[in-house]
RNA sequence: GGCCUCAUGGUCAAGCGGUUAAGACGUCGCCCUCUCACGGCGAAAACAGGGGUUCGAGUCCCCUUGGGGCUACCA
C-alpha cells in the first residue's frame, strides 16, 4: 500500500518551528517510501482563523523545500482539503456514527455542562443525553433544539495502541470523556475531523506532536466503530524553547518567517530542525534534504523534549553560507548590504565575498562593513603592535614607502596589491607584518577589520587608499 | 488533583547487558596567519537519586525527584 502522510495546521498564525519540523518529518518519512505528502487546513475553529495565515503555509513549506503532493492550492484526487469546506462531510459521518453507537446527540445547555465542574474544575459530562429515547431524540431535533454530536467513550475497559516511537500506550477509558464531535455550529472539533479525514484521505501513517498520545485513544474507538484500519501513529516530542517552556507562537519567536529575516537561510533552518529530535544512523549533522529522505528513520526519533538553540543554527548557517557560490551569496545577501551605509559606494561582490566566510547569519552584515565609511581620526596606538613588531616609528617611515608603492600600480587589484606590499616588504628587509599590519590600521582606523591590508585596499579602491594613507601620516606627526 | 509520557556533558545527541561513555554546537588553550574570520590540533565537561534483577547495568524492573502533555463546542 502507498504510504501516504499528510501535515495538518490550523491557520491560527505563522508557521512556526514546531510545526515545520513536524511537516518535514511527515515530507520524508513519505518521500523515503515513495509515498505522497498531502497538506490539509484545518480551519474549524472559526474564532482562530487569521487572515493570511494560509498563505504563509504555503510559502513556508515552499521555502523550506517540502513540496506536497496535494493541498488546497494543488488539487488532488481527495479533496476538498480544507476543512471548512467539508462540513456537510463531517454531519454525515457523524449521524452515521450515531447510528452505531459511537456517539449520541446532546442537547444539554452550557451551563448545565458547566455545573459538571469538579473540585479540580474538569468539566466532565454525565452522559445524561446518552439515556434520551430516540423518540425524546428525534422530537428535540424537530422542534430545532440547539445540540453537539458526543462521542459515546465506554465507561470500562483500556484503550491500548502501539506508537512507533513511543511504543505500547494504554489508557482507562474511564479517563476519557465524551468528547464534542460536532460542535453546535456544525462545524466539527478536530477530534472528529481528523478522523474522518485521515481515513477519506487515505492517510496511512499519522505523524503528529506527542500532545496527541493520551487522546489517541479516543480516535481509535472511532475507527473500530466505523470498521475503519487504524493509521500507524507517529508522535513526535516537543520544540522547547528552554527546560520548561515549549517553543510556541506565544513567544514570537520561533516563527520561520522571523528566522528567515534576521538572515537565515530556509535549508540551513529546516536541516537544524531535523535534528531536533532525530538523529540519523550516521550521526550526519549538515545534510541536503535528498539525504535527509535517504537517512530519515523512526528508530532514530528521540522521545524525550528538545531545546532549540539558536547558536547551533547559527552554525551551521554559517556553514550553509561558505558554502555556498560566491554569486550566489552576492545575491542572496543583497538585501542585506543594502541596510549597509556602505551600499552602492563600493564593489558589491567584493563586500560579498569578503564577508561570506566571516559571517553566520547575514544581519550581520550592515556592522561588520559600516567602518568603511566611519573613517576619522583614531587612536594611534594601533600601530603599535609587538607581535608584529610595529609601533609608531615604524608607521611613520613605512607608510610613505607604501603610499608611494601603492601609488605606482597602474593596475589596482587583489593580486597587484599583494605583490607590490610585500615586494615592498621584501626590498626594505622588513617583516610582512610590519607592512600589511601599519598599512591595514592606517587605510582602516581600525584594529579589527574583515580582511587584511590588501582586501582593504582593494574594497576601498586606489583613489580612497591613498587619501587615507595621507591623512594617516598627518595623523602621525601631530 | 487524575491520567499519559520523558530523563546521557550547558545544548543537540550516539549507545540498545561487558565501550577508555562517540560525535556536533558552545567554552577554553595551542598552531596557522597582515588583525578578524576560515582551517588544523587539543582540553575541560554527562549516565538525576535510591532500590532491585544479573557474574556484570547508562542500557531491564520498581520507587522517588524533576520536566512535558492531556484533562475545551482549540487544534
Known amino acids: 500500500m502507498k504510504v501516504r502522510t499528510r501535515f495538518a495546521p490550523s491557520p491560527t498564525g505563522f508557521m512556526h518551528l514546531g510545526g515545520m519540523r513536524t511537516a518535514l518529518y511527515c515530507y520524508l518519512f513519505a518521500k523515503q517510501h515513495g509515498g505522497d505528502f498531502i497538506l490539509r487546513i484545518e480551519d474549524t475553529d472559526q474564532e482562530r482563523y487569521v487572515e493570511g495565515a494560509v498563505e504563509v503555509i504555503y510559502s513556508s513549506l515552499k521555502e523550506g523545500g517540502m513540496d506536497y503532493d496535494e493541498g488546497p ?25 450515531v447510528e452505531k453507537g459511537g456517539a449520541y446527540y446532546c442537547f444539554c445547555t452550557k451551563e448545565r455542562v458547566e455545573s459538571l465542574r469538579d473540585e479540580n474544575g474538569n468539566v466532565r459530562y454525565d452522559k445524561h443525553c446518552l439515556k434520551l429515547s430516540p423518540e425524546e431524540v428525534k422530537k428535540n431535533l424537530d422542534a430545532g433544539v440547539p445540540y453537539v454530536i458526543r462521542q459515546n467513550i465506554p465507561e470500562k475497559g483500556v484503550g491500548s495502541y502501539e506508537d512507533a516511537v513511543y511504543g505500547h ?27 474522518v479525514d485521515d481515513h477519506l484521505m487515505g492517510i496511512t501513517h499519522v505523524i503528529r506532536g506527542a500532545e496527541y498520545l493520551s487522546s489517541t485513544p479516543k480516535y481509535n474507538l472511532m475507527y473500530d466503530a466505523f470498521g475503519w484500519e487504524r493509521p500507524v501513529y507517529i508522535h513526535l516530542p516537543p520544540i522547547m524553547k528552554d527546560a520548561t517552556r515549549k517553543l510556541s507562537k506565544r513567544y514570537g519567536d520561533a516563527n520561520f518567517d522571523d528566522f528567515i529575516s534576521k538572515g537565515y537561510i530556509a535549508p540551513a533552518i529546516v536541516n537544524y530542525i531535523a535534528l531536533l529530535g532525530w538523529c540519523p544512523k550516521d550521526n550526519s549533522e549538515k545534510m541536503t534534504m535528498q539525504e535527509m529522505i535517504e537517512k530519515f528513520s523512526l528508530d532514530g526519533v528521540s522521545k524525550s523534549p528538545a531545546i532549540f538553540d539558536e547558536v547551533k543554527l547559527r552554525w551551521l548557517n554559517g556553514e550553509y553560507l561558505k558554502a555556498m557560490g560566491d554569486e550566489e551569496f552576492y545575491k542572496i545577501s543583497e538585501p542585506f548590504r543594502k541596510l549597509s551605509k556602505t551600499y552602492g559606494k563600493y564593489d558589491g561582490r567584493l563586500i560579498a565575498a569578503l564577508l561570506k566566510p566571516r559571517i553566520e547569519i547575514m544581519s550581520e552584515i550592515p556592522e561588520k562593513i559600516d567602518f568603511l565609511e566611519e573613517y576619522g581620526e583614531y587612536d594611534t596606538e594601533m600601530f603599535c603592535h609587538k ?13 610613505p614607502m607604501v603610499y608611494d608603492t601603492l601609488s605606482s600600480l597602474s593596475e589596482f587589484t587583489h593580486d597587484s596589491i599583494h605583490d607590490a606590499l610585500l615586494g615592498l616588504a621584501a626590498e626594505k628587509q622588513l617583516k610582512n607584518g610590519q607592512v600589511l599590519w601599519t598599512a591595514r590600521v592606517a587605510l ?3 584594529d579589527v577589520t574583515p580582511g587584511g591590508a590588501v582586501e582593504m585596499a582593494e574594497i576601498l579602491g586606489k583613489e580612497r587608499s591613498l587619501e587615507r594613507l595621507e591623512f594617516s601620516m598627518k595623523l602621525l606627526e601631530k
Open 444 to 446: 582602516t582606523g581600525k
Open 169 to 195: 500506550i494504554a489508557v482507562d477509558y474511564s479517563e476519557l470523556e465524551d468528547g464534542v464531535l460536532i460542535k453546535s455550529d456544525g462545524l466539527p472539533t478536530y477530534n472528529f475531523a481528523n478522523v
Open 73 to 97: 492550492d494543488k488539487g488532488g484526487a481527495y479533496g476538498p482539503y480544507v476543512q471548512t469546506e467539508r462540513k456537510d462531510i463531517y454531519l454525515k459521518y457523524a449521524k452515521e456514527l
Open 387 to 399: 607581535k608584529m613588531k610595529t609601533d609608531k616609528e615604524l608607521a611613520k617611515t613605512v607608510l
